[in-house]
């Protein structure tokens, strides 16, 4: 993979080990157009690569993801040209992720939030330090979880839990992620790069073949029930972005007040 061909990505390859690292810590690695471009790229680069036989994804700095960021989402409200492209690339995002058949580990440092949160539970192995918190606040900004929380949520966790959580928008420790399934194991700040590594090198090593069809077999399911569950969200959400109570959310985030949702 050239790392010059992403502009808020950072790739390194190392013993058949991709690195991609959400690189715009200054934000906490919110998403804008750039990045949101480079992902929906990056999962096929890596399925493709031939140098790649297992990648690690992180966040540079001290997040992960802190899911979209809020100036970029305000300039879409209303505007149903961008809206439907920015729902065509998240759309592109999930199925490339579901198609990925290469091991991927998740090494969350921080915050993985909104697309951000769904972007580690796409990953085969999620590790989270303790520090770190997940959750899908879409409904928190007015609108659908539609960029894969509505599909994978209730698969990790069961429906009960997953619209506890995907209804209200609250955010979940990394420990009580690990206890309710939604995450693989919560460790330790100083041993999160080590854990990730070891079961990078562990997949890298391993009978290849049968862990990548396996992977993919697991993905089957998945890729099928998004034919009705991603598409759905996906869609909903492009209309709740035209929506009143998104751009009263989005304000109310900017002014540092809370919102006084109307309904429409």
Known sequence: MNPDDYGAL???TVD???TVVLNRP???NAIDPV??????????DLDEDPDTEVAILTGAGGAFCAGGDIAWLRSLAGDLTEVERVIRADRRITESALALEKPLVAKVNGPAVGLG???ALFCDFVY???RSVFGDPHVSVGLVAGDGGALLWPQLVGYARARRYLLT????????AADIGLITECVAADELDHTAQAMAERMRDGARMAIKFTKASINAG?????VAVADRAASTEGLTMMSEDFVIALDAFLAKEPPTFVGR
């Open 128 to 130: 989270a330090s303790e």
């Open 26 to 28: 200054e934000h906490r």
């Open 169 to 176: 928008g609250d955010l979940i420790p990394a420990p009580e």
């Open 117 to 119: 949160c769904t972007l």
């Open 35 to 44: 990045l949101h471009a480079d992902l929906t790229r990056v999962f096929t």
């Open 10 to 12: 950072e790739v390194s």
């Open 222 to 226: 998945l890729r099928q029930a998004a």
């Open 16 to 18: 058949r080990i991709t």
